[in-house]
């Protein structure tokens, strides 16, 4: 149902095209830091740091769009919790752009060196969050709580891959010495997408609690990566 | 988790101050209070909320049966104060003194700022000498938070104050008998914002004592200053609870359409 204030939905309707379009934004910054990575492309590498700074322009755009919000028209209920977590959601979204320049960033370093075959795993794990990335999106955009549990739950598949991959370079590193610079460039990519894999979830709460007004019930699904120092 | 119905009492018996159960409240045919199950409880605010005309009002003078000064006027069911049947077991000038009333607008008697807190003692025969006056309106003003505003003109009317001041006066005057619980008809929709702040900060300061119910059309001051919230739509209480879920995640549609401001 509309508000009788015409313009308060015109402005929540802006705060939502602002954080649809951060996530956009994000997810293809995160795909093309994937692609730079796998396709050894310096050059979308470095395209990807330079998109960087439209995202942090688009979190301080959420930002004064719901200190505004708040000022004007103290919302409520339901209104409240998608102003507040707008907040979050696009926070969230800064983070993990942040992290995509990180990847892009470290994936010129490892350009001077031969692919290691676990960039497969890599980029099945970097497949997997950029799909969490827009399943998010659209959990936001079409109030599907149903969807952000979906993404909740995928994390587990995000958390195992990442064990695994761990332990695929581990077992390269140890064979040969030579590996442990590329190896741990990569370690630190895939921990990276792990994280970015957190924030995703992150969101996922964000969204169902805007929806419904609870938290996702339940201990998230973690694998058991606890013989893993937390790198 | 099933969701509590809306219209059961839903707190802990030994805290409740004012139980109504199965209210009813009719103007010739027509009614305006429906079923109406709220419990009340002791030393918080309770704040009513909910569309002009919904029955906020009505449901307040149930509680000290001023209804029945208004003709036509029948109410049904029960409501218990400390227990105790407030229709059938007490007498309607004794249950107004535990029971009082500030209304919407400011309305002190054409008396001194002295006399409007000291007629209710005198009348009630709570008092006998002179000085004992002069310490329970001391201590009303005292209390109301506007003594050091008046003490220098006590004997000077009291419709001769602002209204925010006036609004206090009533409430200083409510306060001199002692209630044990106040009713508030939108005490503040005739105040500016400084003086509706000196009200909303005298109602928080008044909880350690009084048990609070206010009706309000303002939100945020419902969300200032109450604890729990009961919303009504059209004679029926849809909904209450703590104030800080009524206002971030109501469980009714009609409530979260009503507080966001999609119908009114
Ligand atoms: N003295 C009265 N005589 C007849 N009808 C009344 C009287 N007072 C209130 N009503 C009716 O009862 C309903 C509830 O009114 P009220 O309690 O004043 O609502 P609120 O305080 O929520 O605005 C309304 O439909 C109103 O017209
Ligand atoms: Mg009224």
Redesign the pocket.
């Given at each position: 149902m509309p508000h009788i204030v015409k313009s308060f939905d015109e402005e929540l309707d802006r705060l939502r095209e602002t954080l649809v379009r951060m996530g956009n934004l994000t997810r293809q910054q995160f795909g093309r830091a994937l692609e730079a990575l796998v396709q050894q492309d310096s050059l979308l590498a470095k395209q990807v740091g330079e998109g960087d700074g439209e995202i942090d322009q688009l979190e301080h755009a959420v930002n004064d769009q719901v200190v505004r919000v708040l000022a004007l028209r103290a919302p409520l209920a339901d209104d409240l919790r998608t102003v507040v977590a707008s907040l979050k959601i696009a926070s969230d979204f800064e983070r993990i752009a942040d992290y995509a320049a990180n990847i892009a960033r470290r994936s010129q370093l490892l350009n001077a060196h031969a692919q290691l075959p676990a960039i497969r795993t890599v980029r099945r794990m970097g497949t997997l969050v950029e799909r969490q990335i827009e399943e998010v999106t659209a959990a936001q955009l079409e109030r599907d709580a149903g969807k952000a549990v979906a993404v909740w739950n995928n994390d587990l598949a995000v958390d195992e891959s990442y064990s695994s991959l761990f332990r695929e370079l581990l077992t390269y590193m140890m064979e040969d010495p030579h590996t442990i610079g590329p190896a741990s460039h990569l370690l630190f990519i895939a921990k990276n997408i792990e994280r970015i894999g957190d924030h995703t979830t992150n969101i996922s709460e964000m969204v169902y609690f805007v929806i419904t007004g609870k938290y996702i019930e339940g201990d998230r699904p973690k694998s058991d990566s606890s013989s893993f120092p937390n790198v | 988790m099933s969701p509590e119905p809306a219209n059961l009492p839903q707190t802990d018996a030994s805290q409740a101050k004012i139980v109504a159960q199965d209210v009813d409240?009719f103007?010739?045919e027509?009614q305006?209070?429906k079923k109406v199950c709220l419990t009340v409880n002791e030393r918080e605010v309770t704040a009513?909320i909910?569309?002009?005309?919904?029955?906020?009002?009505?449901?307040?003078?149930c509680l000290n049966r001023m209804n029945e000064t208004?003709?036509?006027?029948r109410v049904e069911g029960t409501v218990l104060l400390d227990g105790i049947d407030v229709y059938q077991a007490l007498d309607p000038v004794q249950l107004r003194a535990r029971v009082g009333m500030v209304f919407q607008k400011p309305n002190p008697f054409p008396k001194s700022i002295y006399d409007n807190v000291a007629f209710g003692p005198r009348i009630h025969g709570l008092v006998s000498r002179p000085d004992e006056v002069d310490e329970i309106v001391h201590h009303s003003l005292q209390r109301a938070g506007l003594y050091d505003e008046v003490k220098d003109r006590l004997q000077e009317p009291g419709t001769g104050l602002s209204g925010g001041q006036q609004q206090r006066l009533c409430i200083a005057r409510a306060i001199a008998v002692s209630p044990e619980v106040i009713l508030m008809?939108?005490p503040c929709s005739a105040l500016d914002p400084i003086a509706t702040a000196r009200v909303e900060e005298l109602i928080e300061e008044l909880r350690d004592e009084y048990t609070i119910i206010i009706?309000t059309h303002s939100m945020q001051q419902a969300a200032r200053v109450s604890q729990r919230t009961a919303f009504?739509h059209l004679?029926d209480l849809i909904e209450v609870g703590p104030t800080e879920e009524i206002f971030t995640s109501p469980r009714e549609k009609l409530t979260q359409g009503y507080i966001t401001g999609r119908f009114g």
């Amino acid at each position: 149902m509309p508000h009788i204030v015409k313009s308060f939905d015109e402005e929540l309707d802006r705060l939502r095209e602002t954080l649809v379009r951060m996530g956009n934004l994000t997810r293809q910054q995160f795909g093309r830091a994937l692609e730079a990575l796998v396709q050894q492309d310096s050059l979308l590498a470095k395209q990807v740091g330079e998109g960087d700074g439209e995202i942090d322009q688009l979190e301080h755009a959420v930002n004064d769009q719901v200190v505004r919000v708040l000022a004007l028209r103290a919302p409520l209920a339901d209104d409240l919790r998608t102003v507040v977590a707008s907040l979050k959601i696009a926070s969230d979204f800064e983070r993990i752009a942040d992290y995509a320049a990180n990847i892009a960033r470290r994936s010129q370093l490892l350009n001077a060196h031969a692919q290691l075959p676990a960039i497969r795993t890599v980029r099945r794990m970097g497949t997997l969050v950029e799909r969490q990335i827009e399943e998010v999106t659209a959990a936001q955009l079409e109030r599907d709580a149903g969807k952000a549990v979906a993404v909740w739950n995928n994390d587990l598949a995000v958390d195992e891959s990442y064990s695994s991959l761990f332990r695929e370079l581990l077992t390269y590193m140890m064979e040969d010495p030579h590996t442990i610079g590329p190896a741990s460039h990569l370690l630190f990519i895939a921990k990276n997408i792990e994280r970015i894999g957190d924030h995703t979830t992150n969101i996922s709460e964000m969204v169902y609690f805007v929806i419904t007004g609870k938290y996702i019930e339940g201990d998230r699904p973690k694998s058991d990566s606890s013989s893993f120092p937390n790198v | 988790m099933s969701p509590e119905p809306a219209n059961l009492p839903q707190t802990d018996a030994s805290q409740a101050k004012i139980v109504a159960q199965d209210v009813d409240v009719f103007y010739g045919e027509k009614q305006a209070i429906k079923k109406v199950c709220l419990t009340v409880n002791e030393r918080e605010v309770t704040a009513l909320i909910g569309p002009s005309g919904c029955g906020k009002s009505t449901f307040l003078r149930c509680l000290n049966r001023m209804n029945e000064t208004i003709p036509d006027c029948r109410v049904e069911g029960t409501v218990l104060l400390d227990g105790i049947d407030v229709y059938q077991a007490l007498d309607p000038v004794q249950l107004r003194a535990r029971v009082g009333m500030v209304f919407q607008k400011p309305n002190p008697f054409p008396k001194s700022i002295y006399d409007n807190v000291a007629f209710g003692p005198r009348i009630h025969g709570l008092v006998s000498r002179p000085d004992e006056v002069d310490e329970i309106v001391h201590h009303s003003l005292q209390r109301a938070g506007l003594y050091d505003e008046v003490k220098d003109r006590l004997q000077e009317p009291g419709t001769g104050l602002s209204g925010g001041q006036q609004q206090r006066l009533c409430i200083a005057r409510a306060i001199a008998v002692s209630p044990e619980v106040i009713l508030m008809d939108e005490p503040c929709s005739a105040l500016d914002p400084i003086a509706t702040a000196r009200v909303e900060e005298l109602i928080e300061e008044l909880r350690d004592e009084y048990t609070i119910i206010i009706v309000t059309h303002s939100m945020q001051q419902a969300a200032r200053v109450s604890q729990r919230t009961a919303f009504f739509h059209l004679g029926d209480l849809i909904e209450v609870g703590p104030t800080e879920e009524i206002f971030t995640s109501p469980r009714e549609k009609l409530t979260q359409g009503y507080i966001t401001g999609r119908f009114g």
